[in-house]
Structure formats: structure tokens, C-alpha cells
């Protein structure tokens, strides 16, 4: 092979827009970006990675400019790139695999944008505070309404977007017009309808990379047998336990869990203490304090609430949770004034955690901000 080793600074370019295309190069160290009137709009990083054949390929004038991100090294080959596949067939697989990988990167571009001018078009009538709100999206599929607006209340909290489908048309359309962060699928659904649907989701680029979630009922071994054979992976279980269906759903959106139980609001971090408290959850609201008052520290912020409202009856689980939590502030110096919410005769039994000693007790959670505020 004839070629030439280039050495380049960052900045410098190495091909430019509108020029007429003239041998091709092959990245060996270095990051490039691509760029488009001034835009960058791609970048180069891989070794071994072929640029400017494109435009030697079709006769055109280059489309894009190329300049180094870092420093880089490239081999230029100064020759038509017919010429050069008729003396080593073998590369002309390697050119082919680089303009299948363009083509995708391509697809996927052409994919977010139809997406976001979708989105667009169906939020246009909303109000700011509407559209601000819309970040997590899921696409429940299930031929039982009532199924879909269970989900929707839990999903209130978070702050997530639930839309409904009752059946796998239905489904396939909404998911040509959305861009879902995943999909809750029945796996009750006729037919084999779980699995096909499944099938279609991931065979389509656009909702290829969004997690499926089967859903069934509790002790259906049969169903969950063929949805796992079938690549289902989470699975949330009817009748549905509030706790268990948003803690599944935080961890296949690969979010914190524990932040549906903290809230910053002015000058107070607020801990909402759960109702029903599982091993995983105790787990996980555990694995977060140090992070979470580390941070607020750093915030400046300068009370921290404990709302056990939601609380029946004062369990092991509650009490250690809330126990732990103020003896970690403790031993970072108390940097916070501590309060409760709670009400009735087991308010003051709180004050005996370590720690808590001096913490204010509050009524409401209204109350604690008009105070703390």
C-alpha cells in the first residue's frame, strides 16, 4: 500500500467543505470532528476509522469539513479509490461496513428529529409549566383501562407521562409518533400479543433501545416463563404494590430511586419517610444519604424535614431509616436544623433517636415550610 503518515495540531483542518474530493484517509490516533458551516455536527474517534472516501467515491465535492479535536495522526492514500479496492479486494468490506455504520448513524439522526417535530406538534396548545414537566414517557399497553390509570396515579409523583394503548396497533402507532423511555406491556395480552409486540418493538430503530417491562399476574409461573424465553427482563406484578411497581420502574429507567422520596423546596430538604417499606427500597433510600447531605451541604441548604405522615404504624424499618439519616447528620457536624412532620401520640417518640433530640415537630408539611422558610 502507498500512503503518506500526516501529523496534525487541534484546530487544523484536514479536509475542507466544498473542495473536490482527492484520495481518502484512515484515522490512527486522535479525535476529528465534522463539521457543517461552521456547525460541528459528528465526530471521528475511532482508529482505523475511513473518511473522505465518500467524495472520492460519488465525484462530488465534499459536503463537510474535517479538522483534528487533538492532536492527530492519519494515513493518506493519494489514489482513486477504485484503484485501490481492485489491488486489495479485501478493503472494499471495510468500506462497505463504514458507509453501513454512516447509513445507521444517519437513520438515527433523521429518527430524533421526526421525533422531536412530532413532539413538538402535539405539545404546541400546552402552557409552559405543562411542557417543562414532560421528561419520562412510557407507553403502557393493556386492554383493562382501569390497568393504565393505576399506573398513571403511581406514575403522578415522579412527575412521569403515561400514555395508553389497549392493543399492539395501537401501540405500534403511538410509538411511530412518540419517543418512549420505555414500554409496561400485558403479557395477558390475545395471542401471544406480549411477545409479538415485544418482536416489533425491537426489531424498529426507533424504539429498538427503550426497555420493555412485562407485566402479569402475581403467581402466572406459565406467563412469566415465556415472556423471560421471549428477552422480557423486569417484570411488575398485578395486583400492584405502589412501592415495588415505581422502585422496578426507576431501576429499568436507570434512575436513583431514592429521589422519589426527597425534595428540595427553598430552603428545606424534605424526606417523605415511604408507607411500605421493602428490603430493596430500605437498600437503596440507605445507599443515597451520604451523597444526598454531602449535596446539600454544598447547596447552602439549611433545615432538613422528616415527613412521617404517611406512616400508620411506626415500624422497625421506619425508625431505622429515619434513625441512620439523622445520626450520618450528626457525625457531619449537625450542619441542619432537623424537624418532623407527624401528628398524634407517637410525635414526641421521635425525639429519642440520636440525633434528633432537638428537632421541631410540625403538623403538616405546609406548616414546616411557612416556619422554616
Not at 433501545?209 to 402475581?218: R, S
Request: glycine content about 6%.
Amino acid at each position: 500500500m502507498i500512503f503518506e503518515t500526516l501529523h496534525y495540531n487541534p484546530g487544523d483542518f484536514i479536509l475542507r467543505e466544498g473542495d473536490i474530493g482527492k484520495g481518502f484517509y484512515i484515522l490512527e490516533q486522535g479525535e476529528l470532528e465534522v463539521t457543517r458551516e461552521e456547525r460541528v455536527i459528528n465526530e471521528i474517534t475511532l482508529p482505523g476509522a475511513m473518511f473522505g472516501e465518500l467524495s472520492e467515491l460519488l465525484c462530488h465535492k465534499r459536503d463537510a469539513s474535517i479538522r483534528a479535536k487533538t492532536g492527530v495522526v492519519v494515513k493518506y492514500f493519494d489514489m482513486e479509490l477504485s484503484q485501490f479496492v481492485e489491488e486489495n479486494p479485501k478493503f472494499a468490506v471495510k468500506i462497505i461496513r463504514n458507509l453501513g455504520r454512516r447509513l445507521c448513524r444517519m437513520n438515527a439522526v433523521a429518527i430524533q428529529g421526526n421525533t422531536r417535530n412530532d413532539f413538538l406538534k402535539n405539545i404546541s396548545s400546552l402552557n409552559d409549566a405543562e411542557e417543562s414537566d414532560r421528561k419520562i414517557r412510557i407507553l403502557v399497553v393493556d386492554d383493562k383501562p382501569m390497568i393504565i390509570e393505576q399506573i398513571k396515579d403511581f406514575a403522578k409523583d415522579p412527575g412521569w407521562i403515561i400514555e395508553g394503548a389497549a392493543d399492539i396497533d395501537s401501540a405500534i402507532s403511538l410509538s411511530e409518533s412518540y419517543d418512549f423511555n420505555t414500554y409496561i406491556i400485558s403479557c395477558s395480552l390475545s395471542d401471544d400479543g406480549a411477545v409479538e409486540l415485544r418482536r416489533k418493538l425491537k426489531t424498529n430503530p426507533k424504539s429498538s433501545t427503550a426497555p420493555v417491562v412485562g407485566m402479569l399476574v402475581k403467581g402466572d409461573d406459565l406467563a412469566m416463563r415465556k415472556a423471560t424465553e421471549a428477552g422480557f427482563s423486569h417484570f411488575i406484578s398485578k395486583p400492584f404494590e405502589r412501592n415495588k411497581v415505581t422502585s422496578t420502574m426507576y431501576e429499568v429507567l436507570n434512575l436513583d430511586a431514592s429521589d422519589q422520596y426527597f425534595d428540595l423546596e427553598e430552603n428545606i430538604l424534605f424526606f417523605r419517610v415511604p408507607k411500605i417499606i421493602t428490603q430493596e427500597l430500605f437498600e437503596d433510600i440507605k445507599s443515597s444519604y451520604s451523597s444526598r447531605i454531602r449535596t446539600t451541604i454544598n447547596d447552602g441548604i439549611e433545615n432538613v424535614v422528616m415527613d412521617l405522615s404517611a406512616i400508620e404504624e411506626v415500624g422497625e424499618d421506619s425508625v431505622e431509616l429515619v434513625g441512620e439519616f439523622a445520626e450520618l447528620i450528626e457525625e457531619m457536624g449537625s450542619p441542619f436544623k432537623l424537624g418532623f412532620v407527624i401528628t398524634g401520640e407517637d410525635s414526641e417518640m421521635w425525639r429519642n433517636l440520636d440525633g434528633c433530640e432537638e428537632a421541631e415537630i410540625f403538623e403538616s408539611v405546609a406548616e414546616a415550610q411557612q416556619k422554616l422558610s
